[in-house]
C-alpha cells in the first residue's frame, strides 16, 4: 500500500520539483546557446589583426591620383569606372596588334576605278585576349665535342667533352618542375582538388590520375620545402612573443576522425620577420607546443586560455590570454539566462563597471579566462 503523505509535504516536494525543472530548463538553454549560439565577436578597429592581410588593401596603380566619380542612381551612388584606370590596366599589359587590312576590291575606288593608296591605320578598339596553357615535350639535349689532334694514351680513344645538364626534378618521371608548380597553385591557391585537377591536365593532353599528382606534390616537399619548413621553425623559436592557436578539421585515418591544425604566428610588434608556421598533430595535447617551440622557449606566448599551455612544460615562458576569450567568460557571468545556472554573482554591477577598466598588462599573466574572470568576481565578494 501507498504511503500517504500530507498536503504539506507534497506541497513542498512540488516547489522542489519546479525549482529542479526551472534549474534543468536553464541549463538546457545555455548548453544549446554553446552549442548552437555564436561563436566568434567581431574584432574591433583598434584590435590588430593575427594576418597582416595585404590584399584587403586596394592601393593605387602608380603615384598619380584618379579622381573618383559618383553619378546618382535613384536613391543611392553609384562610383563610375574611371577611364584612366582602364588605360593603365591595358598599358601594363604586352600589345599584341591585329590589323585588319583592306581588300583589293575595297582599294578600288567607286569615282574612278583606280587602286587607293593606304596611308595609315586607326585603333577601333581594345580588349584582353587570353591565351590558353598547352603542353609540348621538352628535349634535353647535351652537346659533345671530340678533339681531333689528341687521343686518350690508356685507351687510345677519341678526347671527348660532354656539356653539363641540370638534374630533374624527379628521376625517371616525366613531371616537370613547372607541372609540379601549376598542380601546387591549382591545389592549395585556387582549392581545387586533384580529382578535379585530372580533367584540367586531361583538356591539355596530359593523363594524370589524382594519386600521381599527391605524390609529386609529397616528394616536392619533402626534398625542396622541408628545408624552408625548418627554417620557418627556427624563426619562430627565435621570436620574443608568439601567438599560437589550434583548430579542429577532419582526416582520413582509421584510428580518429579529425586531427589538429596549429599555427604559429609572429609578432609585428617584436620580430623583424612575419612568420607564419602551420604543424599538424593528431592530438591537441600540450606536448604539441614543445614540438613546435622546442623545451627551452623563454618568449611570450599568446593563447586562448586552453589548459594545455602551461609551466608544466615550458617553465621558462611567460603567457598571455586573448582579450577576446576573457570578455567571453565575463558575457557568461552576466548572462541572465544562466544566472541561476552559475549561481547568483554578488558583484554583477562591479563588474560592468570595471570590464572597461581591465588593462592588458593584468590580463596578460592568466592563462585560465574562466579563473580570470571569476578571481574578479570573487575579490568584489570578498
Wanted: aromatic content about 8%; hydrophobic content about 30%; overall charge negative.
Amino acid at each position: 500500500m501507498a504511503e500517504k503523505i500530507t498536503l504539506e509535504e507534497a506541497l513542498r516536494e512540488n516547489k522542489e520539483l519546479k525549482a529542479k525543472i526551472a534549474e534543468l530548463t536553464e541549463m538546457v538553454n545555455y548548453l544549446q546557446k554553446q552549442l548552437f549560439g555564436k561563436k566568434t565577436e567581431k574584432l574591433s578597429a583598434d584590435q590588430l589583426d593575427l594576418f597582416d592581410d595585404k590584399e584587403q588593401e586596394t592601393a593605387p596603380m602608380n603615384d598619380s591620383t584618379v579622381e573618383k566619380l559618383t553619378t546618382t542612381v535613384i536613391s543611392h551612388q553609384r562610383k563610375c569606372k574611371s577611364k584612366e584606370s582602364r588605360k593603365q590596366l591595358l598599358d601594363c599589359l604586352e600589345q599584341v596588334e591585329e590589323l585588319h587590312q583592306l581588300s583589293e576590291q575595297e582599294l578600288t575606288c567607286d569615282q574612278c576605278g583606280q587602286m587607293m593608296t593606304v596611308i595609315g591605320k586607326h585603333e577601333q578598339y581594345r580588349e584582353v585576349k587570353l591565351i590558353p596553357a598547352h603542353l609540348c615535350c621538352k628535349i634535353v639535349c647535351t652537346e659533345t665535342a671530340k678533339c681531333e689532334h689528341c687521343q686518350d694514351p690508356e685507351t687510345d680513344n677519341d678526347v671527348l667533352v660532354q656539356a653539363k645538364t641540370p638534374q630533374p626534378l624527379f628521376p625517371h618521371s616525366y613531371l616537370s618542375s613547372s607541372v609540379i608548380a601549376e598542380v601546387l597553385f591549382e591545389k592549395f591557391g585556387l582549392a581545387v582538388p586533384f580529382t578535379c585537377q585530372t580533367q584540367y591536365w586531361e583538356r591539355l593532353g596530359l593523363p594524370i590520375t589524382s594519386k600521381h599528382m599527391a605524390r609529386g606534390v609529397i616528394e616536392a616537399g619533402e626534398r625542396f620545402g622541408q628545408k624552408i619548413y625548418e627554417r620557418l621553425r627556427q624563426e619562430i623559436k627565435a621570436a620574443p612573443v608568439v601567438q599560437l592557436d589550434e583548430t579542429p578539421f577532419q582526416v582520413l585515418d582509421l584510428d580518429q576522425s579529425h586531427g589538429y591544425f596549429w599555427s604559429a604566428c609572429s609578432t609585428e610588434e617584436f620580430s623583424p620577420h612575419q612568420v607564419s608556421y602551420f604543424h599538424y598533430a593528431p592530438s591537441r595535447s600540450g606536448k604539441v607546443i614543445t614540438e613546435i617551440l622546442g623545451d627551452n622557449f623563454s618568449g611570450g606566448i599568446m593563447c586562448d586560455g586552453f589548459s594545455g599551455y602551461s609551466d608544466n612544460r615550458l617553465p621558462e615562458a611567460y603567457w598571455g590570454t586573448c582579450l577576446v576569450h576573457i570578455n567571453r567568460q565575463f558575457k557568461r557571468l552576466l548572462d541572465p539566462e544562466i544566472t541561476r545556472f552559475q549561481g547568483q554573482s554578488i558583484a554583477k554591477e562591479q563588474i560592468r563597471k570595471e570590464l572597461s577598466n581591465i588593462g592588458i598588462s593584468k590580463s596578460f599573466i592568466y592563462t585560465d579566462a574562466t579563473s580570470y574572470a571569476q578571481d574578479i568576481a570573487n575579490s568584489y565578494k570578498n
